[in-house]
Nanobody, 129 residues
Framework: QVPLVESGGGSVQAGGSLRLSCAAS????????MGWFRQAPGKEREKVAS??????????YYADSVKGRFTISQDNVKNIVYLQMNSLKPEDTAMYYC????????????????????WGQGTQVTVSS
C-alpha cells in the first residue's frame, strides 16, 4: 500500500495560482515515478506532469497544455510531491489526482494512467473566468 493524500485544491480566478501537495508514505520515495493527472467532467483522465528522482538521475514530463505554467517538484525528506500551477485558465478546471508507481526512470516520462497502481482521492481545482 502506498497511501497518497492530495491537498491544496480550491477555486481561483483565471490568472491565479494554486499549489497542490501529495503526501506519500509507506515506501522508498526515490524509487517511484510520481505523477499528477486531472479529469474534467465527461473527459478522460489525462497526465499533467510526472517526475522521478533516484540517485541523482531524473526526468520530468509536462503535458503541452501546461508547459511553462505548471511545475512539479519533490521534497524527498518529507515524501511530498508538489504541483505549482500558475497562470491558471478555466480549462484547467478538473479533479486533480496524484499517482505513484515503481518503475525505471526512463519509463516514467512516457508512463500513462494505466501504468500507475497507486492513486490519491483527488482534489478539485476550479478556475473561473
Amino acid at each position: 500500500q502506498v497511501p497518497l493524500v492530495e491537498s491544496g485544491g480550491g477555486s481561483v480566478q483565471a490568472g491565479g495560482s494554486l499549489r497542490l501537495s501529495c503526501a506519500a508514505s509507506g515506501y522508498t520515495y526515490g524509487s517511484y515515478c510520481m505523477g499528477w493527472f486531472r479529469q474534467a467532467p465527461g473527459k478522460e483522465r489525462e497526465k499533467v506532469a510526472s517526475s522521478y528522482t533516484s540517485s541523482g538521475s531524473g526526468t520530468t514530463y509536462y503535458a503541452d497544455s501546461v508547459k511553462g505554467r505548471f511545475t512539479i517538484s519533490q521534497d524527498n525528506v518529507k515524501n511530498i510531491v508538489y504541483l505549482q500551477m500558475n497562470s491558471l485558465k478555466p480549462e484547467d478546471t478538473a479533479m486533480y489526482y496524484c499517482a505513484a508507481q515503481i518503475m525505471t526512470w526512463w519509463s516514467c516520462y512516457a508512463a500513462k494512467k494505466g501504468d500507475f497502481g497507486y492513486w490519491g482521492q483527488g482534489t478539485q481545482v476550479t478556475v473561473s473566468s
